[in-house]
């Protein structure tokens, strides 16, 4: 786990004060999400995240190993293209790739930038366990968490400073890379873990984006399953991927079984 650092910290406290000073009264105000279901606060104009998405992707895209298996990556645009299809997000440049790195792990960036490891590429079974994955991810992206995630910090802001978890797998370069290169409020936003509502949320979603786009939700919970008997202390979190565990598993199938998933 890697302490932002106590300069970080009092300019990420600055930020977070400028941003709810500046922003719109509308943005600042409650809104109510048509995908969540409930209202939100965002303080922050998710694209101002998305930019500093864009750049940390950039970097992480030179400096991390990229995976030159043109099979794995074509099949990740691919699923991820199908799953992006089934949402209202569409017309959004997102970008794809997959990184070397042993670790199982997925992860989303602000602005739709979709890395998978080489180990999660390894995990997953079939399409349909690839599709639950990008599902997850995507969903987070749909339903602004890393803006509320970041507006939930903004407003608790009382303490001594912040801490960025996505660093929890010491073994893992790319977690490495993204804590290096993650601006403050990206810190915020997205590599601190969601909250379990989020990733709650994210697991639906996803999987009524999954369904949409044709893949098997059942078949999909197989790797959340396969997860959990790996046991959560070995599956590391990276931004929005979670180790998944046995309250999990059975969430989602009541989920599946409440919509008439197959």
Not at 8 to 19: E, K
């Amino acid at each position: 786990m890697m302490m932002i650092a106590k300069p970080a910290a009092r300019r990420l406290r600055a930020l977070a004060v400028l941003v709810a000073l500046s922003a719109p009264a509308g943005l600042a105000a409650c809104s109510y999400s048509e995908e969540l279901g409930r209202q939100q606060v965002l303080l922050v104009d998710p694209g101002a995240l998305s930019q500093q998405g864009a750049q940390a992707w950039a970097q992480m895209k030179q400096t991390s190993k990229v995976s030159n298996d043109a099979a794995a990556n074509a099949r990740l645009r691919r699923i991820g293209g199908q799953i992006v299809a089934a949402t209202t997000l569409r017309n959004q440049a997102w970008e794809y790739a997959v990184f070397e790195d042993k670790s199982v792990n997925a992860f989303v960036l602000p602005g739709g930038k979709v890395g998978v490891t080489t180990g999660m590429m390894a995990f997953v079974a079939n399409d349909d366990e690839l599709a639950a994955v990008l599902g997850h991810e995507v969903a987070h992206v749909m339903a602004n968490h890393a803006a509320e995630r970041y507006s939930q910090s903004a407003l608790a802001q009382v303490g001594a400073g912040l801490v960025g978890a996505a660093t929890q797998n010491a073994d893992s370069g790319l977690a490495q890379a993204l804590g290096r290169y993650a601006g403050p409020a990206l810190q915020v936003a997205v590599l601190n873990p969601y909250s379990r509502q989020h990733e709650l949320e994210a697991d639906r979603i996803g999987l009524d984006l999954m369904v949409r786009a044709g893949f098997s939700a059942r078949r999909g919970v197989e790797l959340w399953r396969r997860m959990a008997a790996r046991g959560g202390s070995s599956v590391p979190a990276i931004l929005s991927t979670h180790p998944s565990d046995a309250a999990r598993v059975q969430q989602l199938d009541a989920y599946i079984a409440a919509r008439g998933y197959s």
